[in-house]
T-cell receptor
């Protein structure tokens, strides 16, 4: 079945540091890949997505490239800010065949940015 | 503004009581979902619904029930049969289409605590 593995957290960085959060997946077919962000006490917000191999999703300075050869979708940001402190979830979805499309989530990576 | 609303934000329940969590969306989405989130874990699918009057069990449906009488509404009942109901519950919806590329939109969540 489909699965997502994220690097374990928590991750603590200083402001303006470079960020990488690793995400690898196992899936049949050609899934779409997503990064969601969750701020304390809130629901999930879509950060970026990529729907086919070699696509790059980007938003708010974050980027991730859909790498089919390495089955990866690592999240990167060149210079993090305190406001980026949150939990980040990598997720994939396959084509809905007999049921509604389902998302499969990684376990989440808690990121803390210190001033 | 279109979106998903969940109420209440915090809910306390005594052991042995059933409780219903509300989820409403005005995005005109067909598919709706309920997830459970526990600390340090990813989201786990409880139930999902593709259309009105239809719903399917997710990965952890035991002790939960749902209804889908209106397109806009997908309430979740946590029954006394759920052994460990204390968790953060998230409702989501998704635009129509069977492709994998459409993301799910999430509500702000309800935190349920069993006393």
């Amino acid at each position: 079945g489909n699965s997502v593995t994220q690097m374990e957290g928590p991750v603590t960085l200083s402001e303006e540091a470079f960020l990488t959060i690793n995400c690898t997946y196992t899936a049949t077919g050609y899934p779409s890949l997503f990064w969601y962000v969750q701020y304390p006490g809130e629901g999930l917000q879509l950060l970026l997505k990529a729907t086919k191999a070699d696509d790059k999703g980007s938003n708010k300075g974050f980027e991730a490239t859909y790498r089919k050869e390495t089955t990866s979708f690592h999240l990167e940001k060149g210079s993090v800010q305190v406001s980026d402190s949150a939990v980040y979830f990598c997720a994939l979805s396959g084509r809905a065949i007999q049921g509604a499309q389902k998302l499969v989530f990684g376990q989440g990576t808690r990121l803390t940015i210190n001033p | 503004d279109g979106g998903i609303t969940q109420s209440p934000k915090y809910l306390f329940r005594k052991e042995g009581q059933n409780v219903t969590l509300s989820c409403e969306q005005n995005l005109n989405h067909d598919a709706m979902y309920w997830y459970r989130q526990d600390p340090g874990q990813g989201l786990r699918l409880i139930y999902y619904s593709q259309i009105v009057n239809d719903f399917q069990k997710g990965d952890i449906a035991e002790g939960y029930s749902v209804s889908r009488e209106k397109k806009e509404s997908f309430p979740l009942t946590v029954t006394s049969a759920q052994k460990n109901p204390t968790a953060f519950y998230l409702c989501a919806s998704r635009p129509p289409g069977t492709g994998s590329y459409n993301e799910q939109f999430f509500g702000p969540g309800t935190r349920l605590t069993v006393l």
